[in-house]
């Protein structure tokens, strides 16, 4: 007797770790918010660009913070061709691909913004996912300060109009010149720039943890340029190996921040000592403080501010941040600023990798799930509920030819509407169904309205109010929450209704 062949078990309903599902509420708030911002980059004259997820590895590079491990952190594959690819872990290794491949033909410089999901794979935690949503803006071609200074001014608006007061936020403002001439003085680069492997990779873990200032604190940083840091879970990370001297040097740097940008810089030209790479540096952050100053963008909205390095090796010169400076209760409860929710900065040696010229770029990534995020800690205009769609009640199956032409006229007079479409005619069972759907409204044509040419009008919003409230059945049938009105006069009562509520 032959044997039965064991079924094949059901796979499970679950996502891989370090992902999560969005669905209508968070992802139309999102589209609404990157709406915002997008009319912001339009109005400074950058163009829209999409890309696709996958690139070559070897044109995405190795600029994530595990440069120990092959292809850092992307999640890739090997093709049919038996070449690698990779999901693009940010938007700017697409973008240097972009103005090699295409530099004959666009314009220079090239404006460009860009808005979707990216993936790293990283150890995934508490807010911590493996695909998230970045929102940039770049300007490719250029060497002038001033498109930085531009950069930065943007961003400032693009926050304001995501729903970030001008109280809520800073721009901060950094030069990684400046700090190359401080890791001049501590030994870790040297003036030619011809390091030894060792000595660049110390240099990485120096940057990157300097770059952890606000989530690790002055212990935590001087841990990781000393001997390295054990953190909660129990995982070392390897430090740069650096001495006391060294680390105190570096500690003095990322402190140096004075009462305005002209004392900050004077503080940085002593720590430079006389790096020609340093005083540079100094000179274009004098030079940014400067060009935004004129177009009234001062302190505390923006400012220079040391402590930013950006952990990315790719940075050549200004690098910024934008700090939320207002305070969150976070997972243990205690009080502590919300963070950063951008970043960005010069980067001119990127797309060099693709055709040996110099291409100077400078630009901005906004972290729209952080972003998101804060509004709704600040319970913004950006977090508010998206009422769902008015729904017509399909009461009569044999109906359904003139619910749907009630539908569409809704529908063009600008109306968010649907059919029920669940099955059944239970009145009760589809008002559930619109509550769920979180309905303004609900459309109800039975036969007796049908032959009488009226329709029913609920408005489920009111409803719920009222419905606390009231004590009796004579309260209840006064109760305005449902008009009847003439079939002709829907559309325009329906368009009444929503423009009262939302009002």
């Known amino acids: 007797m032959a044997k039965k062949l064991k079924k094949a078990p059901r796979p499970k309903a679950v996502l891989p770790r370090g992902l999560r599902d969005s669905f209508g509420q968070e992802v139309i708030i999102r589209n609404q918010m990157l709406s915002r911002i997008a009319d912001v980059y339009h109005r400074y004259g950058f163009d829209p660009l999409e890309t696709p997820a996958l690139e070559y590895v070897e044109a995405l590079g190795k600029f994530l913070p595990d440069v120990d491990r092959p292809m850092g952190g992307v999640f890739g594959f090997q093709d049919d061709d038996e070449s690698w690819v990779a999901l693009r872990y940010d938007m700017t290794a697409p973008l240097a691909r972009v103005a090699a491949q295409y530099r004959n033909e666009l314009p220079s410089p090239y404006r460009r913004y860009a808005m ?15 695909q998230f949503w970045q929102c940039d803006a770049d300007t490719v071609g250029t060497s002038t300060v001033a ?12 926050l304001q109009a995501a729903g970030i007061a001008p109280g809520d936020f800073a721009i901060r403002i950094n030069n990684r010149k400046v700090l190359n001439g401080v890791l001049e003085t501590t030994g870790l680069l040297s003036g030619d720039g011809d390091d030894d492997e060792a000595t660049a990779s110390r240099r990485g873990i120096a940057l990157r943890a300097i770059d952890k200032l606000d989530r690790l604190g002055e212990g935590g940083v001087r841990a990781l340029l000393g001997e390295g840091r054990l953190d909660e879970s129990g995982d070392f990370t390897k430090g740069a190996l650096l001495g006391a001297e060294q680390i105190d040097i570096i500690m003095g740097f990322v402190s140096a921040e004075r009462e305005d940008g002209a004392k900050t810089c004077a503080r940085l030209r002593e720590l430079i000592g006389t790096s020609e790479q340093g005083a540079e540096g100094v000179n274009e952050l004098e030079e940014i403080a400067m060009l935004l100053e004129a177009q009234n963008y001062r302190a505390p909205v923006a400012k220079i501010d040391p402590s930013v390095v950006r952990g990315l090796a790719y940075y050549t010169g200004p690098v910024y941040e934008a700090e939320l400076t207002f305070e969150i209760v976070d997972e243990k409860g205690e009080k502590r600023q919300f963070g950063s929710v951008a970043g960005g900065g010069r980067y001119d040696d990127l797309v060099m990798r693709f055709t040996g010229q110099r291409t100077p770029a400078t630009g901005v990534s906004i972290g729209v799930d952080r972003l998101l995020a804060a509004l709704e800690s600040r319970n913004v205009g950006a977090s508010e509920t998206v009422d769902g769609p008015v729904v017509i009640l399909a009461l009569e199956r044999d109906q359904m030819a003139h619910y749907q032409s009630l539908c ?13 479409m669940g099955g059944g005619t239970n009145m009760g069972k589809q008002l559930k169904y619109a509550d769920k759907r979180a309905s303004p409204l609900a459309v109800i044509i039975g036969g007796d309205e049908r032959e009488r040419g009226v329709v029913q009008i609920k408005d489920l919003k009111l409803g719920a109010e009222l419905a606390a409230e009231i004590e009796s059945n004579e309260e209840w049938k006064a109760q305005p929450a449902q008009q009847e009105i003439q079939q002709d006069q829907v559309v325009h009562s329906i368009l009444d209704r929503l423009a009262r509520t939302q009002s």
């Open 116 to 130: 979707g999901p990216v993936w790293r794979n990283e150890k995934p935690g508490p807010g911590r996912y493996r």
């Open 408 to 420: 569409a006229d809704l529908r063009k007079a600008g109306v968010r509407a649907e059919v029920y």
């Open 147 to 158: 498109a930085d200074a531009e950069i930065c001014a943007m961003l400032a608006d693009a």
